[in-house]
């Protein structure tokens, strides 16, 4: 069966939402109640930012 590349892509997307977001929302919990969160910050470089030139260093 074949199926469209944008089928594929909401169907990854919409099990993301249902089922990660969940998670997500119980971790992001679980960091809020802690008095330090450490932070890795690694510099990428994002083609498209608003505001920014494609050179320029953004974090994750």
Same mark, same amino acid.
């Given at each position: 069966?074949?199926?469209?590349? #944008? @089928?594929? #892509?909401?169907?990854v +997307?919409?099990c &993301? +939402?249902?089922?990660? /977001?969940?998670?997500y929302? !119980?971790? $992001? !919990?679980h960091?809020?109640?802690? =008095?330090? +969160? $450490? #932070? =890795?910050?690694i510099?990428? !470089?994002?083609?498209?930012e /608003?505001?920014? @030139? #494609? !050179? &320029?260093?953004?974090? +994750?």
């Open positions: 069966m074949k199926l469209p590349r #944008a @089928t594929l #892509a909401n169907w +997307i919409k &993301s +939402i249902d089922y990660m /977001e969940p998670v929302e !119980q971790l $992001h !919990q960091l809020l109640e802690r =008095d330090i +969160i $450490h #932070a =890795d910050e510099p990428c !470089q994002v083609l498209k /608003e505001g920014k @030139t #494609a !050179q &320029s260093k953004s974090y +994750i």
